[in-house]
């Protein structure tokens, strides 16, 4: 399995940005789709955004128009960009790789310890 390590979270007030890095192992990570995904407590674990390996994208309703998700394939690394940060942002944020050749985007590496995200005035 890839191996995945995320960075960038913060504790940042409402409207406030934050950009996340996925930063990767590998030789092959240009080939795999990326999705970003959150957990808050007691919630199910949660698909934010996700790039495929032609960088198409994907975004839930609740990010669309104010996330950003990017890959730099030279560096290994997927970025989360962050704008118009609201409390129901606030979340641990995990990466992983996914399948996207059949049905939905599915989680297929391990999970790391993720980044905590904090919005909060």
């Known amino acids: 399995q890839v191996q995945l390590v995320e960075s960038g979270g913060g504790l940042v007030q409402p409207g406030g940005s934050l950009r996340l890095s996925c930063a990767a192992s590998?030789?092959?990570?240009?080939?795999?789709?990326v999705g970003w995904y959150r957990q808050a407590p007691g919630k199910e674990r949660e698909l934010v955004a996700a790039?495929?390996?032609?960088?198409?994208?994907n975004y839930a309703d609740s990010a669309k128009g104010r996330f950003t998700i990017s890959r730099d394939n030279a560096k290994n690394t997927v970025y989360l960009q962050m704008n118009s940060l609201k409390p129901e942002d606030t979340a641990v944020y995990y990466c992983n790789v996914v399948e996207t050749s059949t049905g939905s985007y599915y989680p297929f590496g391990s999970w790391g310890q993720g980044t905590q995200v904090t919005v909060s005035s």
């Open positions: 790039i495929t390996s032609g960088s198409s994208t």
């Open positions: 590998g030789s092959i990570f240009r080939l795999y789709a």
